[in-house]
């Protein structure tokens, strides 16, 4: 039905006559000649119909925008000091010798030029809005994402492999979503949260290296950066290390932005603990391009009076930490009561803070309701701990390590975004060194920080079982500009230490062999020693496109909850 896309037109078709399809993105009436801009996937074509061909130009007059119509036309050079140097097209146009109207349309629901329509009206009508050119861009860029990753795997002799939708229930840290079965009455089977067993037995296989851009579904409340179905790009090899994953990993991402954005990130991307990562940012996901950093100071206060700082100080699992905002005093009283209520949604209880207006005059220079609780030589160590100058503000967190970090990490990301502290455009850094578990403080058992078949770092069985948690795993996650994009690590490959980690979980033999017989199993029949990771796709793309959510890179996002059948 045609003979080029519009966005393709240009002046080597001089003369020629083609013809297009479309959606009639703008129709002008100029003194009788009639302007349409159609527009595809490729990008506009200018249009013209001059009223001496009577019928075309009748029915060109009568097209509305977003009218799918049918153009032939001649293509000639658009008259001088008319070139639109801002279009691909803009140096032709084409002399309208035909159309015909395909199928009308209603007045759209928005103008597809409208930077300003209300999410709920862009997703109601999500076939309008994915017309407009920076939906278009996104799904095209998220198409030459995923091409651009499998060349680059396939190069290095990975195995595009398919595993099943349609599993059983595996742990993997939020709820299954849950599919009857006819054949079995009562019996469910559970959509995949990632194929982590099916990839290590591909390992136990022989398949060396294998990937698969997969559909994965965990039953998870909506977020800018989260859905329920999603999809991401899972790896696997046999006989590497971590150090080798993330070598591979990092130049296939330095790859990707190469050919995608013609961006060159750092070569190597730098490498940080966890511990070191939570005590400096608050977070193992830290945005480094934000300067601000949590200070501790923990040790100062744990012997004074003021016993809001003095007992989380004291405990095994408090923390006392200051962070410096510079410049931070020209905040007003509003603005920090902003923030205190900000963090309280991490479970802070306060957010107590010292203004320096004048750092030379001591504390006479300083203004805060929680000096009068601290002795000047504590307040003076923690200026020169945090490096505290006149017209700064510190902030301080005091509470269980966990709320401390939540909040204060918070608080520094959004310092950074509204105070535009933010510097440079990538930061990527690997966040290593994690521990093997975490305490679930409300159910009282251990939780795994990865998943259940991470490999720890020591070898020692009994230590792992007598003391879980100090023990680090090898796992590895990869942090682009505050967002997590991968996470991996080396799997336990030895059949004794995955029922030992099991174990910690609370997951008896029993229970063990009826959820992951097969997997024990197969680690005594020769299992290799192998690791992988797995990236977000939708995270990436939303990254790399410049998104502030990743339903503005899904063709069609979930929006709410389902409905009951």
């Not at 861009?137 to 994402?145: K, V």
């Not at 923690?382 to 505290?388: C, S, Y």
Request: a negative charge; hydrophobic letters at 35%.
């Amino acid at each position: 039905m045609r003979s080029c896309y519009c966005g393709e037109i240009n002046t080597s078709l001089i003369d020629q006559e083609i013809t297009l399809c479309g959606w009639v993105h703008r129709r002008r009436d100029h003194g009788g000649v009639i302007f349409i801009d159609l527009r595809d996937r490729e990008g506009l074509a200018q249009i013209v119909f001059d009223p001496d061909r009577a019928e075309p130009f009748a029915i060109a007059d009568s097209v509305r925008n977003e009218y799918v119509v049918q153009i032939t036309g001649k293509v000639r050079h658009r008259p001088e000091g008319t070139v639109n140097t801002d279009l691909p097209t803009g140096e032709v146009e084409v002399l309208g010798y035909s159309i015909e109207i395909l199928n009308k349309a209603l007045t759209p629901p928005f103008q597809l030029d409208d930077e300003h329509v209300h999410d709920d009206i862009r997703l109601r009508y999500r076939y309008v809005d994915l017309r407009r050119p920076v939906m278009q861009n996104n799904i095209r860029l998220r198409s030459r994402i995923a091409r651009a990753l499998r060349d680059y795997l396939d190069g290095l002799g990975f195995l595009e492999i398919e595993t099943p939708m349609l599993t059983r229930a595996t742990p993997e840290g939020a709820r299954d979503y849950l599919v009857p079965s006819r054949t079995h009455p009562g019996e469910f089977f559970a959509l995949p949260q990632s194929p982590q067993l099916f990839k290590q037995l591909l390992m136990m296989s022989g398949m060396d290296r294998y990937y698969q851009i997969v559909r994965c579904f965990r039953d998870e409340d909506l977020r800018a950066d989260r859905q329920p179905e999603f999809t991401q790009l899972d790896i696997e090899m046999s006989f590497v290390n971590e150090t080798e994953i993330m070598d591979i990993m990092e130049n296939m991402i330095r790859h990707l932005f190469q050919e995608i954005l013609n961006i060159s990130l750092g070569d190597p991307f730098p490498r940080m603990g966890y511990a070191e990562a939570v005590q400096r940012y608050g977070s193992d996901r830290p945005d480094l391009r934000n300067p601000l950093e949590l200070v501790e100071i923990s040790d100062l206060m744990a012997d004074v009076e003021f016993k809001v700082f003095a007992e989380p100080a004291r405990q095994d699992n408090g923390r006392v930490a200051a962070m410096r905002l510079p410049n931070g005093n020209t905040l007003t009283r509003k603005q920090i009561d902003d923030y205190t209520d900000y963090v309280g949604r991490f479970g802070a209880r306060g957010l107590a803070y010292i203004k320096i207006n004048d750092i030379d005059q001591g504390m006479e220079g300083l203004q805060s309701p929680i000096l009068k609780f601290l002795p000047e030589d504590k307040v003076q160590e923690v200026l020169k701990r945090t490096g505290a100058k006149t017209g700064d503000v510190v902030f301080f967190g005091a509470d269980k390590n966990k709320v401390v970090n939540d909040s204060l990490g918070a608080l520094r990301d959004k310092l950074g975004v509204d105070l535009d502290l933010i510097q440079g455009d990538w930061a990527p850094v690997w966040i290593c060194d994690f521990p093997m578990f975490e305490y679930n403080e409300q159910e009282k058992r251990w939780d795994p920080l990865h998943h259940p078949f991470t490999a720890p770092q020591s070898d020692n069985i009994e230590a792992l079982k007598q003391d879980p948690g100090s023990g680090l795993s090898r796992a590895c996650d990869l942090v682009l500009t505050g967002s997590e994009i991968g996470g991996g690590s080396i799997r336990i490959h030895n059949p004794d230490m995955q029922m030992a980690a099991l174990d910690v979980l609370d997951i008896g033999e029993e229970e063990a062999k009826e959820k992951f017989g097969f997997l024990i199993n197969a680690l005594e029949y020769g299992c290799p020693p192998h690791g992988g990771i797995a990236f977000g796709l939708d995270r990436i793309v939303m990254l790399m496109t410049g998104s502030s959510s990743i339903r503005d890179v899904i063709a069609f996002p979930k929006t709410r909850p389902p409905v009951a059948c």
